[in-house]
């Protein structure tokens, strides 16, 4: 929510600031900017103070960022930024540390699937509510939604925090080292492969949701309401698929099987998306659409929770936190290198087909690491 929140006020703080709302795109690049810098630190804090208080301290950096944010100063968003950027870096590897300690075997894609449905709904949350309040009572209100809904949630968690946290050890992040997360992933060829394939799948990812309305305004002549509609049932459809893609993976027992065929069919719909035109019936659209948000916008738990499976014993949270490193980055990377190709190609539909590429190189890296998982798959069933 907190990072979700300025996209929306965009407009309003723009004003109160005096710059173009489109300068938005690069505090959100610094918060992810940021967040793909401290993951291999932050992650690797988590069993030093325990994953119940690291969750406690990347809420209130939360608090303190929007708190700055609030003064409307430019060097303050920046600084509040950075700070929001630094939460979202401990938060992933904690949360994925306390899941995958207390959720059953049998259903941990599922339970993490549920956690990754958080991320869209936080969107689907700040642009129902943030409008709104800033219309009513202005865009710093907007803000302190989040910053009452934090504190509220790192007040609640104390409770639970001494269970929680009883596996927390006051040497355990000196002795791995600041970068341990980074050295783990690499030192690990399945979890190697298997992050190099996040960067792919959340470059196609955020190059969809940050370019798929301007496509079909510009180059498929559909208004901006119609082209909203379609992108939002993109993530309408991927919220749901989360949880099922989740369940079937629990169901069939393979996490990485299941995310080679949402890589497959993502890519075909890559494909696709460069031939639409403003000849394709609606409903065609619609069901691109949908299919992209089921497989494209979906795989994130699934990849969580095998990045947290192929970590060594008691080493989770550094292991998700290296692995999310390359998820940032392809968060980064992906519209920057979309926009680039664009001035070089000149239609969005033709940029797709560096979709297709980046989304077929994702692939094949999962399918090096589905390899590399066969023979103790097969020791374990044996």
């Given at each position: 929510?907190?990072?979700?929140?300025?996209?929306?006020?965009?407009?309003?703080?723009?004003?109160?600031?005096?710059?173009?709302?489109?300068?938005?795109?690069?505090?959100?690049?610094?918060?992810?900017?940021?967040?793909?810098?401290?993951?291999?630190?932050?992650?690797?804090?988590?069993?030093r103070?325990?994953?119940?208080?690291?969750?406690?301290v990347?809420?209130i950096?939360?608090?303190?960022?929007?708190?700055?944010a609030?003064?409307?100063?430019?060097?303050?968003?920046?600084?509040?930024?950075?700070?929001?950027?630094?939460?979202?870096?401990?938060?992933?590897?904690?949360?994925?540390?306390?899941?995958?300690?207390?959720?059953?075997?049998?259903?941990?894609?599922?339970?993490?699937?549920?956690?990754?449905?958080?991320?869209?709904?936080?969107?689907?949350?700040?642009?129902?509510?943030?409008?709104?309040?800033?219309?009513?009572?202005?865009?710093?209100?907007?803000?302190?939604?989040?910053?009452?809904?934090?504190?509220?949630?790192?007040?609640?968690?104390?409770?639970?925090?001494?269970?929680?946290?009883?596996?927390?050890?006051?040497?355990?992040g000196?002795?791995?080292?600041?970068?341990?997360?980074?050295?783990?992933?690499?030192?690990?060829?399945?979890?190697?492969?298997?992050?190099?394939?996040?960067?792919?799948?959340?470059?196609?990812?955020?190059?969809?949701?940050?370019?798929?309305?301007?496509?079909?305004?510009?180059?498929?002549?559909?208004?901006?309401?119609?082209?909203?509609?379609?992108?939002?049932?993109?993530?309408?459809?991927?919220?749901?698929?989360?949880?099922?893609?989740?369940?079937?993976?629990?169901?069939?027992?393979?996490?990485?099987?299941?995310l080679?065929?949402?890589?497959?069919?993502?890519?075909?719909?890559?494909?696709?998306?460069?031939?639409?035109?403003?000849?394709?019936?609606?409903?065609?659209?619609?069901?691109?659409?949908?299919?992209?948000?089921?497989?494209?916008?979906?795989?994130?738990?699934?990849?969580?929770?095998?990045?947290?499976?192929?970590?060594?014993?008691?080493?989770?949270?550094?292991?998700?936190?290296?692995?999310?490193?390359?998820?940032?980055?392809?968060?980064?990377?992906?519209?920057?290198?979309?926009?680039?190709?664009?001035?070089?190609?000149?239609?969005?539909?033709?940029?797709?087909?560096?979709?297709?590429?980046?989304?077929?190189?994702?692939?094949?890296?999962?399918?090096?690491?589905?390899?590399?998982?066969?023979?103790?798959?097969?020791?374990?069933?044996g």
């Amino acid at each position: 929510m907190g990072s979700s929140a300025f996209p929306v006020i965009a407009p309003a703080l723009a004003v109160t600031l005096g710059v173009e709302p489109s300068l938005v795109g690069y505090q959100v690049s610094l918060i992810y900017g940021t967040a793909m810098a401290g993951s291999p630190f932050m992650g690797n804090l988590v069993p030093r103070w325990g994953a119940c208080r690291a969750m406690q301290v990347g809420l209130i950096t939360t608090v303190l960022g929007l708190l700055l944010a609030m003064t409307a100063g430019l060097a303050e968003i920046i600084a509040g930024s950075v700070l929001l950027g630094l939460s979202l870096s401990v938060m992933q590897p904690a949360s994925a540390h306390l899941l995958f300690r207390f959720s059953p075997p049998e259903n941990r894609n599922l339970i993490f699937s549920i956690k990754q449905t958080g991320i869209p709904l936080g969107w689907a949350l700040m642009g129902a509510i943030a409008p709104a309040v800033t219309v009513a009572l202005g865009w710093r209100w907007a803000l302190g939604v989040v910053v009452i809904a934090s504190l509220a949630t790192a007040a609640a968690i104390q409770l639970p925090r001494a269970a929680w946290d009883d596996d927390r050890g006051a040497s355990a992040g000196a002795r791995r080292g600041l970068l341990a997360g980074l050295r783990l992933v690499w030192r690990y060829p399945a979890l190697r492969w298997l992050s190099l394939m996040s960067f792919c799948f959340a470059f196609v990812q955020l190059c969809f949701a940050t370019f798929g309305v301007t496509m079909l305004v510009e180059d498929i002549g559909y208004s901006l309401v119609a082209a909203g509609f379609l992108l939002s049932l993109v993530f309408a459809a991927g919220v749901t698929a989360r949880i099922l893609w989740g369940w079937v993976a629990d169901l069939v027992g393979d996490s990485l099987l299941v995310l080679v065929a949402l890589g497959l069919v993502m890519v075909i719909c890559c494909i696709l998306l460069t031939f639409i035109s403003g000849a394709w019936p609606g409903w065609a659209l619609m069901v691109l659409f949908v299919v992209f948000g089921a497989t494209g916008v979906s795989w994130n738990g699934i990849f969580i929770a095998e990045a947290a499976r192929l970590a060594p014993q008691g080493q989770v949270s550094s292991a998700v936190g290296g692995a999310m490193v390359w998820n940032f980055g392809g968060v980064l990377a992906g519209p920057a290198l979309f926009a680039l190709t664009y001035k070089l190609v000149g239609s969005y539909t033709g940029t797709f087909w560096l979709l297709v590429l980046v989304g077929v190189t994702g692939c094949s890296f999962l399918a090096a690491a589905f390899a590399m998982t066969r023979p103790a798959r097969a020791t374990a069933s044996g």
